[in-house]
C-alpha cells in the first residue's frame, strides 16, 4: 500500500449457497489482509422469483453467508464486505458486483496448506499496475518467501531487455511497497505454448496471480489457463480485474469447475 493509496486491494469472493465449499483455513488466512468482497449468491429457479426465494430463504441464506465472514474476521480481516443476492444469473451477479465493488481481482479457490511461493505470470508493465500493489498486500504477513516474476518471451524481446525493462521497474516498485527484494525471483522463459508453461510452472508454487492486458491475447492465453491451473494441480488462482474486462473476470470465477 502506499501513502496516496491507503486502502488494501480487494478481492471478490463467491460463495454459492446454501451449502458453500468451505475455502481451505490457510487461503482464508492469506486473503485477510486484502478487503474481501463476499458475494454470496443463491440461484433461483427460472419459476421463481429473487423476492419469493429471498422471502422463503432468506435467513439460511445468510446465516451460511455470515459463516463464512466469520471465518475471515477470525483470521483477522477487517474490511470483509458480504453481499447476498437470489439471482437467475450468477455470471451477470459476478460481474454487476465485481464492478460496483471496484474490486481488484477475483478468486478461483484451490487448495491451500501454506503460502510461501507466489507465482505472477506478467506480459508487459501494462498489466503490473495492479498486481503490484496486490502481491504486496499478500505478502505482507512475513510467510511467503519466494515471488517469482515469469515472463514469456515475445519475438521482438529480448532476455536483457525484459530484465531492464519489465522486471526492474517492477522490482522497484514491490521493494517500495515494502517487499524484501530478495524474495523476488525473475524468469524469463522462451516457448511456443505459453499456457502449458504456465501451468506446468504453477505446479511449483503455492498460489498464482494472473493479469493481462490485450483482449487479442485474453482467450488463447488466459482465457483458460485459470481453471486449467486449478484442476491440473489445486491451487487458488487470482485474476486480477480489468476494466474493460468485467466480464471475462467474472466469467472465470463463475466456472463452476473452478469450485
Known amino acids: 500500500m502506499t501513502p496516496s493509496d491507503p486502502s488494501p486491494s480487494s478481492i471478490l469472493v463467491d460463495v454459492e449457497l446454501p451449502a458453500p465449499v468451505p475455502l481451505p483455513p490457510k487461503l482464508v488466512a492469506a486473503l485477510a489482509s486484502l478487503r474481501v468482497v463476499l458475494v ?7 419459476q421463481t422469483s429473487p423476492a419469493q426465494a429471498r422471502d422463503q430463504f432468506g435467513a439460511e441464506a445468510q446465516a451460511a453467508l455470515d459463516t463464512v ?10 474490511g470483509t464486505t458480504s453481499r447476498l443476492v437470489f439471482t437467475g444469473s450468477k455470471f451477470d451477479t459476478l460481474t454487476r458486483i465485481s464492478t460496483e465493488e471496484d474490486c481488484d481481482a477475483v478468486l478461483i479457490p484451490g487448495a491451500l496448506e501454506r503460502l510461501r511461493r ?5 506480459r508487459g508493465l501494462q498489466n503490473a499496475g ?6 504486496a498486500d499478500l505478502v505482507q504477513d512475513g510467510e ?10 515475445q519475438e521482438e524481446e529480448t532476455e536483457a531487455g525484459v530484465q531492464a525493462d519489465l522486471f526492474g521497474p517492477i ?3 514491490l521493494a517500495a511497497q515494502g517487499v524484501e527484494t530478495d524474495l523476488v525471483e525473475r524468469r ?6 505459453p499456457a502449458d508453461t504456465i501451468v506446468e510452472a ?3 508454487y503455492d498460489l498464482v496471480v494472473l493479469g493481462e492486458t490485450q483482449p487479442s491475447v485474453r482467450s488463447v492465453l488466459f482465457g483458460t489457463v485459470p481453471e486449467r491451473i486449478v484442476q491440473t494441480v489445486d491451487l487458488p488462482v487470482v485474476v486480477m480485474r480489468h476494466e474493460e474486462d468485467d466480464v471475462t473476470m467474472a466469467e472465470r470465477a463463475a466456472q463452476p469447475d473452478a469450485h
Open 69 to 78: 465472514a466469520r471465518r475471515f474476521a477470525e483470521a483477522g480481516a477487517t
Open 171 to 173: 522490482v522497484e516498485q
Open 202 to 204: 504453477a505446479a511449483h
Open 130 to 135: 495492479p498486481i503490484v500493489p496486490f502481491v
Open 144 to 153: 511467503t518467501t519466494n515471488v517469482t516474476l515469469l515472463h514469456v518471451l
Open 188 to 193: 524469463v522463459v522462451t516457448t511456443d505454448d
Open 118 to 122: 507466489l507465482l505472477v505470470p506478467l
Open 40 to 46: 454470496g449468491w443463491y440461484a433461483v429457479p427460472e
